[in-house]
């Protein structure tokens, strides 16, 4: 994750006073999943001015606020849902391999009997990748670079030693539209937010400055990455498609208001022109051949290397931003055009589970019995109002209306390139500000979300959120301190796993955990007294 925590809120509870049954209006939730465990509220009907009251059992709202509320029964709430029961056979250790070379690979392979993990995740396909059956060539995947034959090779000598072998779909650059993230993300929420020093120093405070030639002001990747538009990709809608087409019907059938507008005109590597300023720019990503479906030719491709599953890193923030709609809390004015938050974002929403029903479609009838896992973000399952700027609360959306989806799926949730800057409200709230203390809130949410099967996410070294240049000292590191505290704090009650990106990315410093550190740490606890926990990771020379 590379995204700022833009305006985060609390969670929203319920109180007493003179206002309608939550339950009567459809927010039932406030009165049990999110009941009282905070005097913050941040999402319609809570308060209709977001804040914080004294109260601390969501008694006595303020006058202001007493006409903004539901009721909760007399009943009180039921406990907050209990952690899963441990998986038979031990949870998942799970690692990320940002495959730059062949011999990472064989690396692992080689000592595929001992390593620390039963998963590891090869990055990064491309969304836009175009595999032809039987083809056996990784041309046009993401993984360019790399023979088929060795990829298969070190794949089947993974699983034979005991550890699945997952492809990933996405990633951060494959998620971050250069333009777009730069004026409605970065740029979109006034210049008081946490990455607007970017359009300050590389287009001088004015977004129209900020064109190809300088990366949309170096948004998505510094300058010193050398990256070029071809950088970057995007999720596309492969429409007329079978089995896209089927997973629009059930987004479709499933859907609230609005309906789904599936943006189809947006083409990877064609032109688009956006209807809010009038500029035209070229998308990223490889232009798709007539008839093909990257959905549908990532499972070919995964059943033909082998793999045990796949695993979709959707980082569209860009999506959400530029498709928000309003989202006004109860008692707030009628926006004017100067409207200014919260919104909601169905739109990607819709397309997240469309393109997750589309893998499942073809999962189903290429390759049944392979597995599909996703990563999501920190703030994914938090419920509440959005203020913008990342993908808050869109597996808790994906959750209430097409829980199908979810079904089975393993979720990565990225806890980490997390910030301490309260200047922009990045902590959760003003008591959840160390890195330990926020992994525990985030993951507490997707355990009030009822997604038990969430991995607790571990980031080895210099994060990549907030800048180390512009903002290192809001930086929160993995330190074997804090390891030490997720582990026991969190992790011992997400038994069904933990990963960590990246395996061979190193620590900055003797104060941070290794790679192998985490692996180990990850081990002892979602599967204790296994032979695995005291392996090591190869040295590459």
């Known amino acids: 994750m590379k995204t700022s925590l833009l305006s985060l809120l609390a969670l929203a509870g319920a109180a007493h006073g003179a206002a309608p049954m939550c339950s009567s209006i459809g927010k039932a939730d406030m009165c049990t999943q999110f009941a009282c465990e905070s005097t913050c509220r941040g999402y319609p009907p809570g308060f209709g001015t977001a804040g914080c009251v004294d109260a601390t059992n969501c008694a006595n709202p303020p006058a202001w606020a007493a006409s903004s509320v539901c009721q909760c029964s007399s009943a009180p709430p039921g406990p907050a849902p209990t952690p899963s029961p441990r998986p038979a ?242 008692g707030q004015k009628p926006a004017t055009g100067d409207y200014k938050g919260p919104w909601k974002l169905p739109q990607t929403v819709y397309k997240y589970a469309a393109i997750a029903k589309d893998l499942q479609l073809n999962i189903a009838a290429i390759a049944p019995g392979m597995k599909l896992g996703t990563a999501s973000a920190a703030v994914g399952a938090w419920g509440g109002s959005w203020w913008g700027g990342n993908l808050k609360g869109l597996w808790f959306e994906l959750k209430q209306t097409f829980p199908e989806v979810l079904e089975g799926m393993d979720l990565n949730v990225m806890t980490y390139d997390l910030s301490s800057n309260e200047e922009f409200h990045e902590c959760p709230d003003k008591d959840h500000c160390p890195l330990a203390d926020q992994v525990d809130f985030f993951m507490s949410t997707y355990t009030k979300a009822n997604m038990g099967n969430a991995f607790v996410g571990y980031e080895i070294g210099q994060p990549a959120y907030p800048s180390p240049v512009h903002d290192k000292q809001n930086q929160l590191p993995l330190t074997k301190t804090a390891l030490a505290t997720i582990i ?54």
């Not at 599967?527 to 695995?532: I, S, V």
């Open 89 to 330: 056979g031990g949870g998942v250790v799970g690692g990320y391999l940002l495959l730059k070379n062949i011999g990472q690979l064989q690396a692992l392979a080689a000592n595929s009997e001992t390593i620390p993990f039963t998963r590891v995740y090869l990055a990064f396909l491309s969304p836009t990748l175009q595999y032809v059956a039987g083809s056996k060539t990784l041309k046009n995947t993401g993984l360019d670079d790399f023979e088929f034959e060795a990829v298969q090779k070190a794949v089947g000598a993974l699983t034979k030693g005991g550890v699945e072998v997952f492809l990933s779909m996405g990633g951060w650059n494959a998620g971050c539209n250069p333009y777009f993230y730069a004026r409605y993300s970065v740029g979109g929420y006034g210049t008081h937010t946490p990455n607007y020093w970017e359009i300050e120093q590389y287009g001088g405070g004015d977004l129209n400055n900020c064109v190809e030639s300088n990366q949309f002001c170096y948004v998505c990747e510094p300058p010193s990455e050398n990256t070029t538009l071809a950088s970057f990709d995007m999720f596309p809608t492969p429409a007329g498609h079978a089995t896209w087409e089927q997973a629009k019907a059930y987004v479709q059938g499933k859907s609230p208001s609005p309906a789904p507008a599936w943006n189809e005109d947006m083409v990877p590597g064609g032109k688009y022109t956006d209807s809010k300023t009038g500029v035209t720019v070229t998308l990223p990503g490889r232009p798709l051949a007539a008839g093909r479906n990257p959905y549908q030719d990532f499972v070919q491709l995964a059943k033909e290397l082998g793999v045990s599953g796949i695993d979709l890193d959707y980082e569209e923030m860009w999506h959400a931003d530029y498709f928000k709609v309003e989202a006004p809390m109860k």
């Open 488 to 541: 026991e704090k969190t992790q011992n009650n997400f038994p069904f796993g933990g990963f960590l990106w990246e395996i061979f990315k190193p620590a900055v410093d003797a104060s941070q955990a290794t790679p192998q550190d985490v692996a180990q740490a990850i081990c002892n606890s979602v599967r204790p007294g296994d032979k695995r926990c005291t392996g090591t990771i190869p040295q590459l020379y």
